[in-house]
């Protein structure tokens, strides 16, 4: 049954890597503001006050009564708990990236964290100074060459882009012990993981509250916000967002007529830099 489901999620994982890989949409200058690629902002918006509803209705409050009851050191222990229980998903995108050494640290970390922390309610390993490489498929995506593609707000799951729509949608079938466990010990992931991000919603309730809530246009704050994070995260500048992706004269080999000829902090200011 395993090697079955393992057969299968082989082949859906091929196929959205291709689609991810054809169907990241290209950036149109037109439409690309500041290095912001948006062009379903409409729709967008929609989904967003409908996220805000969501929050508003039923993830905050459900946020503070969980930090409410639950004692601040079990909610640590079962966000460990999801961790760990997700560190095998992290190790196959370490091997599908090629970057053996994450993925030697992710293993260790799990191998570590289920024997001498309980099954990962506690993270021995980061006792022993061995932190956790995260990742996920959408930045497999970015490692192969994937685009970025247009920005998108997903109901529940909130900020996205169309390279990790795909990443999210493959994650929910990267991790081996979803496979492994049976049926009713698998869906200890994902309430475990359902409880971390309660507890992170509230831990982090002024922060959320202060741009969903207190923000003068609280879609563009989130987009910049996720973007921004995003991006580093993948290796990419900070301020590449507010640059202009279209501008010929950032492009290797391309000189700008208007530079300074006097921009050579050596040179010699009385000189006439025209002269043959």
Known sequence: MIRFRAHVLVRFAALAVVLGMASCTAPDPSVTRGGIFDP???????????NRALDRTFVRPAGKVYGGVIPRGMQENVGNFA???SAPSLIVNNVLQG????????????????TFGLGGI???????????EDTDFGETLHVWGAREGAYI????????????????????????????????????????????????RNRYSDMVDSVL?????????????????RRFELGGDMDAIYADPYDSADDAGVADPYE???ADPYADPYADPYAE
């Open 40 to 50: 379903y902002e409409q729709s967008n918006r929609k989904t967003h006050e409908l």
């Open 83 to 85: 961790d760990n229980l």
């Open 99 to 114: 970057d053996a050494r994450g993925g030697a640290i992710n293993l260790f970390r799990f191998a570590i964290n289920s």
């Open 122 to 132: 506690i993270d021995a390993a980061s006792e022993f100074g061995v932190n956790e």
């Open 153 to 200: 707000e997903l109901p529940v799951l909130g900020p996205s882009t169309e390279r990790d729509v795909v990443g999210k949608l493959v994650d929910l079938f990267t991790n081996p012990l979803t496979y492994a466990l049976p049926s009713p010990d698998r869906h200890y992931i994902r309430a475990a993981s359902v409880a971390k991000r309660l507890g992170e």
């Open 213 to 229: 809530y207190e923000s003068a246009d609280s879609y563009a704050q989130a987009r910049m916000i996720y973007l921004q994070s």
């Open 260 to 262: 300074a000829p006097y």
